[in-house]
């Protein structure tokens, strides 16, 4: 048995089909891992989503932002934009069960000695944390006003987490943190104007990963989101997200090896 942990899809189903050949994926033995935003830009949304689905217990994924958003636009007044895709989820005969399937996804999977998580860590938290917070968010995310969380989850404030933070605002850093992150400071400080490659720091901010004192710098971390990195050369941290959507790759890492498969996409 393998386990592979794969990098944004984005809808770009025939990239996904492609790599699976090329692992050759076995649903008698291997297990698949989806690191979030399995949906959007792409032009195979709901394709890509009903295959994950259907694959049952063949695969397990955390929600990514563009996840959030689709489930934003079918249960809140929220529209898609114009660069959105996923408007044939929308429109689908399936789609309470497709929607309802993301609804139970969470924001984070600890296997075995990974840590999967969309965006990023922020480098104060550790793993009990970690999970505390992303229950807090599947709470609401299964509960019975889940279109109110969803429309109150679009902010950048609060930037900064502490404890005593009421329970929608420690969810929305929790979501901004998982989903969004890119640049923090090391007191978790976050920050979403700059999407470039980790070199290119907004002054008094770093990559997440590159904060010396955080706390899971022993943890082996896997994440999507950031398309703009490259050359990433640190110890325990797997970027997996390879700009399918932008012309790159589609990537898939094999956990016992950590040998990574790609198809241009």
Excluded at 154 to 160: G, L, M, Q
Aim: aromatic share 10%; proline share 3%; hydrophobic share 40%.
């Amino acid at each position: 048995m393998s386990d592979y942990f794969i990098g944004d899809v984005q809808g770009c189903f025939d990239s996904l089909q492609s790599l699976l050949k090329k692992i050759k994926f076995s649903s008698d033995k291997d297990q698949l891992f989806f690191l979030g935003d399995v949906v959007n830009r792409g032009d195979k949304s709901l394709t890509t989503l009903r295959f994950i689905k259907d694959l049952d217990n063949n695969a397990k994924m955390i929600l990514g932002n563009h996840d959030f958003h689709l489930l934003a636009c079918a249960l809140t007044s929220r529209k898609p934009n114009s660069k959105d895709t996923f408007t044939d989820i929308l429109r689908a005969n399936d789609r309470d069960e497709l929607i309802g399937f993301l609804l139970k996804k969470p924001l984070a999977i600890k296997h075995k000695d990974a840590l999967l998580v969309h965006a990023g860590v922020p480098p104060i938290w550790d793993q009990e944390i970690i999970f505390k917070q992303s229950a807090l968010v599947q709470k609401y995310l299964q509960g019975d006003d889940v279109s109110s969380f969803l429309s109150s989850m679009y902010d950048n404030e609060p930037n900064k987490y502490h404890n005593d933070l009421d329970e929608l605002d420690a969810c929305r850093y929790t979501i901004n943190a998982l989903m969004r992150m890119r640049f923090c400071k090391s007191d978790g400080e976050l920050e979403f104007d700059h999407k470039v490659n980790y070199d290119q720091a907004p002054e008094g901010y770093k990559a997440w990963f590159l904060h010396s004192d955080r706390k899971l710098k022993n943890t082996d971390i896997f994440f999507g989101h950031w398309s703009d990195l490259a050359n990433v050369n640190q110890a325990h941290v797997y970027p997996m997200d390879h700009g399918c959507i932008w012309s790159g790759a589609l990537s898939a890492i094999r956990l016992e090896d950590r040998k990574i498969f790609s198809v241009n996409c």
